[in-house]
């Protein structure tokens, strides 16, 4: 089992800016499928971006334009930088991963998942 340990979040006001840091325990998950999933109080656990073992990146339609994710190998680490911060944003932050190099957007299709960090976005 892969362990995912997120960091980065925290409280900022509409139109700021954080960046969610992901580290795995093992090098080889970089080279796999990563993601980066939200789930808000009340509501149901969707997909925000998607990292593709072979480069490639899908965007939620809410966050294209504003997130931005990047994975650091030496590090073993995934990043999501997010700007233009909004409330609707605000929700307990996840990254996961699979055995696979091919993502998809269903929450079902992944192995592991870390403990989630926390994003509010308010005024």
């Known amino acids: 089992q892969v362990h995912l340990v997120e960091s980065g979040g925290g409280s900022v006001q509409p139109g700021g800016s954080l960046r969610l840091s992901c580290v795995a325990s093992?090098?080889?998950?970089?080279?796999?499928?990563m993601a980066w999933f939200r789930q808000a109080p009340g509501k149901g656990r969707e997909g925000v971006v998607i990292?593709?073992?072979?480069?490639?990146?899908s965007y939620a339609d809410s966050v294209q334009g504003r997130f931005a994710i990047s994975r650091d190998y030496s590090k073993n680490t995934l990043y999501l930088q997010m700007n233009n911060l909004k409330p609707e944003d605000s929700a307990m932050y996840y990254c996961?991963?699979?055995?696979?190099?091919?993502?998809?957007?269903?929450?079902?299709?992944?192995?592991?998942w870390g403990q989630g960090t926390q994003v509010t976005v308010s005024s």
């Open positions: 093992e090098k080889t998950v970089t080279a796999l499928c």
């Open positions: 996961a991963t699979t055995d696979f190099k091919r993502c998809n957007w269903s929450t079902g299709y992944y192995k592991d």
């Open positions: 990292f593709e073992g072979d480069g490639g990146i």
